[in-house]
């Protein structure tokens, strides 16, 4: 444990179990807050929460599909069982989906990315708001991207428009409840190297330093580096801070 940055706090990731999701529960436990882990994936999730156990923090695994309603309650409810309350949440879950332009791109792959990436979003802040109004305030934090920013033509239509969709409902929350002292964010990622940037990669998809070069900063950001983003926004430093969507692109959407 390093910090007081997130001290006392109770916090919710999704998506917890690799890449950005995972940096980002290590980083809060490093800060002092009890997590919350969350992902299909149990066997990464539990490695995670374990290896912040070992490190000293408090940490527990719960396995659920953001796509259902059911499992996205039931999560929120084990995580105020477990730990008592719900401060703050990172909606981090998401895919990339098959790589197709849009007149090409699949109508189950346009409902499964949408269904992951806007759907998933949605449903956790519905239920994390509930808690959080009885309980007089908290912090929500969204992973949208570089792509919810600005057009990608990158063949990936679905993810692009879940993206542009996640900051709409950021800005919408965020105004609803501002009154109510829970603050909306996002964190809008440029390419982040992630095992799913990595698969990408690998299967050429898109060559790496075609990647960098998209980047006035000429590199791929690190997962650690949106992690440090998510964690100021689920702060207190940040209270005057809601309705944003902050681009961690090394200046990609600055162009």
Request: hydrophobic content about 45%; charged content about 20%.
């Amino acid at each position: 444990m390093r910090t007081e940055l997130l001290s006392g706090k109770i916090a919710l990731i999704t998506g917890a179990s690799t890449g950005i999701g995972q940096a980002t529960a290590l980083l809060f436990a490093s800060y002092g807050a009890r997590v919350a882990l969350s992902d299909v994936n149990v066997e990464g999730g539990e490695e995670t929460a374990e290896e912040i156990r070992a490190a000293g923090g408090s940490a527990a695994f719960f396995k659920a599909d953001v796509t259902q309603a059911g499992d996205v309650e039931a999560l929120v409810a084990a995580t105020v069982e477990r730990f008592g309350g719900l401060d703050c949440a990172f909606n981090n879950a998401g895919i990339d989906g098959e790589n197709a332009p849009t007149g090409e791109c699949t109508e189950e792959n346009w409902s499964r990315v949408i269904a992951v990436n806007l759907t998933g979003v949605f449903l956790c802040m519905k239920h994390e708001i509930r808690v959080m109004l009885e309980r007089g305030g908290g912090a929500i934090v969204n992973t949208a991207s570089a792509a919810g920013l600005v057009g990608v033509g990158l063949g990936v239509p679905a993810y692009v428009a879940a993206k542009h969709g996640v900051v709409g409902l950021t800005r919408a929350a965020a105004i609803e409840y501002a009154k109510q002292r829970i603050r909306v964010n996002a964190v809008c990622p440029g390419a982040i190297r992630t095992p799913m940037l990595d698969s990408a990669i690998k299967h050429g998809l898109i060559p790496e330093a075609a990647l960098a070069g998209m980047h006035p900063v000429g590199r791929i950001g690190e997962t650690r580096e949106v992690a440090e983003a998510a964690a100021w926004l689920c702060s207190d430093a940040s209270a005057f801070v809601t309705g944003h969507a902050m681009a961690v692109d090394g200046g990609w959407t600055a162009v």
